[in-house]
Structure formats: structure tokens, C-alpha cells
């Protein structure tokens, strides 16, 4: 089969190319290297069934040429990370709704079936953890960027159950805090305390650290995307892929000491010495219905993945 990733030179993008090939797909990666990295697919240089092409999914030139003859579309290209949403709210709606729009037009003509990945900032603030599919959505004022993002992903989500009731074979996901290797450590937490632990400089904790998510390392967030996309009962459906173990920011940073056994000290910056900044307290979704239609359950312990991460890391 030959299948399209978008943003495939991506941190989650590029281990989807690689899982893909590995199982004997043809793919095609589009990607503009605005935040993925050539680096992720340097080892892909000279495979025979995998072809990079550079370009926007805002071009409909490229979208359609990378697109061509495809029978299946992972859609993971996006604006991500609150550092370059807030520095450029513009290019996050844009890019997350009328890239998205290109993609599922050009789905629906071809009769493609499509995984959209979306995030679990669609929930905003909302404080009815865990979180589920169906729960409603709670936001901050349009004044605040950072929610321009939730806003845009919410946006993709419509479109992709519209497209569904059309007939559009398609099925979503919301990633839940991932990490791993090729992840970049300068936007997010885990690979940020990672190589700070790697060089025993303090780690850098914003507030008191009470806030909490649920890390998912890689293997989990793969195998949760290629079951929705390939699972019947994942048709027309939104799943949480994520694990279910709450963990706060100051345990990740206790953790993080101990796999790597640094010597680093944990420094508390309030948020006000970072940027003016609305954190969220929680994020833990609720995985029953991925458990119950796709028998997705997260199975690296943290410990393990931080541990796998940190090796990447290291010089």
C-alpha cells in the first residue's frame, strides 16, 4: 500500500514513517522543515520505497502530488508547541485548518482514508478529569493566543466528522503529552529535564511543580495511531491515546534525577520569569473506549521511556 504522512520528518511523523516501511508500505512524507527535521530521516536516504517531498500542506500543488496514488493518509503535520503557537498564533490557524481542509478535500476525491492526529489541548482547562471523548470543552479568551491552538485542532476534528458523514473513511486521535527520541528538547519538558539531568544543571520547574500530565513515550503513542487507523471500529470515531498514569511536573523531575542518577538540584521559576503563561493543572484522559474498540492500553512504564530518551540524548 502506498500511504502519505504528512509532517513525516516530525517527531511522531518520522517513527510513523519508519513503523510503515518496516511492515512493507511505499511512503511518501511531506513536510516543509518548518519544525520537522531532516536528521529524523537521514537513515531513510537511500530506502527504495520512501520519497520526501518539501512543501506546505497549504499548497494544493503539493498536497495533491504528494497524495497521488496513495490508499491511506496519516495527517500529522501541524503548528505545534505553545512556544511557536504564541509567537505565531497566525500561522497555527492557518496551517492546522486550511492545511487540514486541503488534505481531507483530496481524501474525498481520491477515496483515501485518513488518521488525523489531533491533540488533547482540545480539552483547554477543563477540570473534569479524566478526560473523555465527549466531554466539553473549556477555553480562555480569544484575546489569549495559546488557545488558538486548541481552537484550530477543535476546528480539524469538526471538519473530520463532517467529512465523515459524507463517507470520508477517517478516525482521530488526541496524543497525550509523547515523547521520545527525536523529540526537540528545546519545546518540551521531558527531553528538556533529560538533558539538563545529562549535564547535572538544575531543572527548571515552573510554579511549585503540582501541575500534572500523562507521558506517553513513543511505542504507545505509534501503536495507539496505527490501531485507530486500521481498525474498523475506529471509523468515524475521536480516541484519547495516552497513558493513564497522572504524573506531576516535579515527580517527571524526581524521576528523571533518579533514572539518570544526576547530581542536578530541582530550581523552581515562576512562571512570571518565563512568560505570562495560563498553565492547565491536569491532562488524564480516559482510554476506555480506545481500550474497548481498538484494545489500546499504554505499556511502557515511565521509567522506561525516560530511560530510552535519555539514551538518545546522550552524546
Not at 500542506?57 to 512556544?83: F, L, N, Q, S
Not at 476546528?155 to 527520541?181: C, K, M, T, W
Amino acid at each position: 500500500m502506498r500511504i502519505l504522512v504528512t509532517g513525516g520528518a516530525g517527531y511522531i511523523g518520522s517513527h510513523l514513517v519508519d513503523k510503515l516501511l518496516e511492515a512493507g508500505h511505499e511512503v511518501v512524507a511531506l513536510d516543509n522543515l518548518s519544525s520537522g527535521r531532516p536528521e529524523n530521516l537521514v537513515h531513510l536516504e537511500d530506502a527504495p520505497r520512501f520519497r520526501l517531498i518539501e512543501g506546505s500542506i497549504t499548497d494544493p500543488k503539493r498536497v495533491a502530488e504528494a497524495m497521488r496514488g496513495c490508499a491511506m493518509v496519516y495527517h500529522m503535520a501541524a503548528v505545534v508547541g505553545v512556544r511557536r503557537v504564541v509567537e505565531d498564533p497566525l500561522a497555527c490557524i492557518t496551517t492546522n485548518v486550511i492545511g487540514t481542509h486541503l488534505v481531507f478535500e483530496e481524501a474525498r476525491r481520491l477515496g483515501c482514508k485518513v488518521l488525523l492526529a489531533s491533540s488533547s489541548e482540545v480539552y483547554g482547562k477543563s477540570t473534569a478529569v479524566p478526560f473523555r471523548e465527549e466531554d466539553d470543552r473549556i477555553l480562555g479568551p480569544v484575546t489569549v493566543s495559546r488557545w488558538s491552538y486548541s481552537a484550530a485542532k477543535a476546528v480539524d476534528e469538526h471538519l473530520a466528522l463532517a467529512y465523515a458523514a459524507q463517507g470520508l473513511l477517517i478516525a482521530v486521535v488526541r496524543y497525550f503529552n509523547s515523547y521520545g527520541p527525536r523529540m526537540d528538547p528545546e519545546s518540551y519538558v521531558v527531553p528538556r529535564f533529560l538533558r539538563q539531568a545529562l549535564d547535572n544543571q538544575p531543572i527548571t520547574v515552573h510554579g511549585d511543580g503540582s501541575q500534572s500530565r500523562s507521558f506517553t513515550y513513543i511505542e504507545d503513542t505509534l501503536r495507539g495511531t496505527l490501531l485507530a487507523a486500521t481498525t474498523p471500529e475506529g471509523e468515524g470515531k475521536i480516541f484519547n491515546i495516552g497513558s493513564d498514569r497522572e504524573t506531576t511536573i516535579l515527580e517527571l523531575a524526581q524521576t528523571v534525577i533518579r533514572v539518570t542518577r544526576s547530581a542536578s538540584p530541582i530550581s523552581f521559576v515562576p512562571y512570571s520569569h518565563h512568560r505570562p503563561f495560563e498553565d492547565v493543572p491536569r491532562r488524564v484522559p480516559d482510554v476506555s473506549r480506545a481500550r474497548r474498540l481498538l484494545g489500546f492500553e499504554a505499556r511502557v512504564p515511565l521509567e522506561e521511556g525516560l530511560l530510552k530518551t535519555a539514551r538518545w540524548l546522550e552524546p
